[in-house]
């Protein structure tokens, strides 16, 4: 059954005087997927099975994982959100709006505003982008950036490395100093100037570095 259908189907049985019984735990489809027999994808209508229809089947190929990043996260709370964090983060809104409340903003009121808290708490994103070491420690403790640096891109060996296990707003600006600390440049002659280009492009590198973040936020 397994081979045919890529699931696994409990069975057990139960005994009481002479009867017998088996019980089959028949787990529901995975999100988004849809599971065939014989090529065919069926659904219970009552004690029937009945072929689906492409309605039903565009519906479940339209279903969407769980969002880590929307779930509520118990045991934080406001006081949990790291300062330095959320400054810098007021700084970065108020300069690319051009609106100076911004900076005088609640942590709070931040948070209504970025769709990070709503009345049964606050969202499991909001720890990964301004919660206290501590809690990031506490809540996800695979939660971390490494940069490590080659000289030599063949080398197992490297010759630079650091960890970070801070909120992403207060450790962001740290990460791409220390690439571009190790940034190079070459020269090129256009004419009668030359042209002098980085090896490590600050706004694509920047660009990678979110990707990554909001990957590790949404998986």
């Known amino acids: ?4 259908l890529k699931i696994v189907v409990s069975i057990n049985e139960y005994k009481k ?7 089959f735990n028949i787990p529901s489809h995975e999100t988004g997927k849809i599971v065939r027999s014989d090529g065919v994808a ?13 309605d039903i089947q565009k519906r479940i190929w339209s279903e969407k994982p769980p969002d880590f990043s ?7 709370s406001i006081d949990d ?22 900076l005088n903003y609640s942590s709070k009121k931040i948070l209504n505003a970025l769709g990070l808290v709503n ?3 606050i969202r499991k994103a909001a720890v990964i982008l301004f919660g206290k070491k501590e809690k990031i420690d506490e809540f996800f403790p695979g939660s971390e950036v490494i940069l490590e640096w080659r000289s ?8 630079f490395r650091q960890e970070w296990r801070e909120p992403f707003f207060k450790i962001m600006e740290e990460i791409w100093k220390n690439i571009n600390i190790r940034n190079s440049k ?4 256009e004419g009668l100037t030359q042209k002098d280009i980085y090896i490590f492009s600050e706004k694509p590198i920047r660009e990678a570095i979110l990707n990554a973040v909001l990957a590790e936020i949404t998986k």
């Open 1 to 4: 059954m397994f081979s045919e």
């Open 17 to 23: 005087d002479e009867i017998r019984v088996l019980a």
């Open 42 to 54: 069926y659904y219970r209508v009552g004690s029937s099975l009945i072929k689906m229809d492409d």
């Open 70 to 76: 929307e779930e509520i996260q118990k045991g934080f």
């Open 81 to 102: 959100i790291d300062k330095e964090a959320m400054e810098n983060f007021k700084k970065l809104w108020s300069e690319k709006s051009g609106k100076d409340e911004y």
């Open 119 to 121: 009345n049964r708490g």
């Open 152 to 159: 030599n891109p063949s080398s197992t060996n490297y010759d």
């Open 186 to 189: 070459i020269s090129i002659q």
